[in-house]
């Protein structure tokens, strides 16, 4: 299980250990460590697991280990596989508050006997499910002001199950102390050698200020003071720590997309708005539909003409324009327009503030919908990416 600190996921393995109480499993069947707490060798672990609290071995016995923070303990995959090849009947759950990248190679050696989860925020579902807020989903004029209201709180705690009825203050306090400071200056210079802490600090107030920052290291790095090398490792720390995500310049050519500039977003929008006091709805909604989406494509053409989204699922390919504004004119619509006739797609998204309209030019259409039409957005990707038929990418 991989997902933010704060987001619930040794609320979720204690639910878990529950359940299996409830089902019978003994007691001593079940041992939880956190390497959040202290630091252990896995095998010591076992070992002394095995002799005060087991009294006997654990081979031919099913149980079960849960492991939280496992990203803090020392080539933890390798000593994963070694304990489960040595005892197949053992249940291992696994946590972490960071991007594994070793998930991929430990699924591919485990052969199917390995299943990730990303455990995330609260969606804006869930959100409205956790304060009791009924809305009708398929009448979402009728509440406009109250989907309006809900989704800024919503914004602003970002899904964070703690934080859901703190106040403005102590939920910037929250973000920043419980989030941002734990993991900036605890958690990554635990996993690497980080000499700079408060640079990882100043990164985040940076892509808080700039939402969907282009990243060019050099000048990044002449405004700092600071070798361009430096500022790409550490945004990489901050991916690890699931504080941010890139976006590429769309290509068709994956090779050539790599080379391309790319645009940084935080991952959550209470972390911008914890951290920038000014920042407006209009970059908080960007930010938003970059993370709703799991968006990984951008577009800026050399003419600069530019694309929040280029949306892939499949082979459904979707330009999606966000422009929260109170009026789109024909300029607006240009960038979308022309990045379906070059593709020989047939229909694009623009996000707006208010406006709802269908805006077409020969066979192609451009499809407005305000943000708080939520659930109409969704239906709209949900109808996209089921019918084959639409924007089939090259």
Not at 350 to 366: F, G, H, P, Q, W
Request: hydrophobic content about 40%; overall charge neutral; proline content about 3%.
């Amino acid at each position: 299980m991989t997902g933010l600190r704060r987001v619930g996921k040794t609320t979720l393995i204690y639910q878990i250990i529950d359940e299996l109480l409830k089902k019978g499993v003994a007691p001593y069947h079940i041992l939880y460590f956190s390497f959040d707490e202290a630091k252990f060798d896995l095998e010591s672990m076992i070992s002394q697991y095995e002799l005060e609290v087991l009294q006997g071995n654990i081979s031919g016995r099913k149980i079960f280990l849960f492991l939280d923070e496992i990203q803090k303990l020392e080539g933890w995959a390798s000593k994963i596989k070694i304990l489960y090849d040595a005892h197949p009947e053992l249940k291992i759950y696994l946590s972490s508050s960071a991007r594994i990248k070793m998930w991929k190679e430990t699924r591919e050696s485990l052969a199917g006997r390995f299943f990730d989860f990303l455990v995330a925020p609260l969606s804006f579902d869930e959100y409205l499910d956790f304060k009791g807020i009924a809305i009708d989903k398929n009448r979402e004029k009728v509440f406009e002001n109250e989907i309006k209201l809900n989704m800024s709180s919503y914004l602003a705690s970002g899904g964070f199950i703690e934080a859901l009825d703190f106040d403005d203050r102590t939920l910037k306090r929250y973000i920043r102390e419980s989030l941002l400071e734990r993991v900036v200056f605890v958690d990554i210079p635990q996993s690497f050698k980080v000499g700079m802490p408060e640079l990882l600090f100043k990164l985040i107030s940076i892509a808080a200020s700039n939402t969907g920052l282009y990243l060019d290291f050099k000048n990044l790095g002449n405004d700092l003071n600071i070798d361009q090398r430096t500022i790409a490792s550490y945004i990489s720390y901050l991916e690890y720590a699931l504080f941010c995500r890139k976006l590429y310049n769309y290509s068709t050519n994956l090779l050539t997309t790599e080379k391309k500039m790319k645009r940084l977003y935080l991952s959550n929008t209470a972390f911008t708005i914890a951290m920038n006091q000014k920042v407006e709805l209009p970059s908080v909604l960007e930010q938003f539909f970059v993370n709703l989406l799991g968006a990984r494509f951008f577009l800026r053409t050399p003419q600069k003409e530019e694309i929040d989204i280029i949306y892939t699922a499949g082979n459904i390919v979707l330009p999606i324009e966000i422009k929260i504004r109170e009026t789109i004119t024909k300029t607006d619509l240009k960038p979308l327009f022309r990045f379906l006739e070059r593709y020989t797609l047939n229909e694009a998204l623009m996000i707006t503030l208010n406006t709802e309209a269908l805006y077409e030019s020969a066979d192609r259409k451009i499809k407005a919908i305000p943000y708080w039409r939520y659930w109409t957005i969704s239906r709209f990707l949900v109808n996209m990416a089921g019918d084959e038929s639409r924007n089939k990418g090259p």
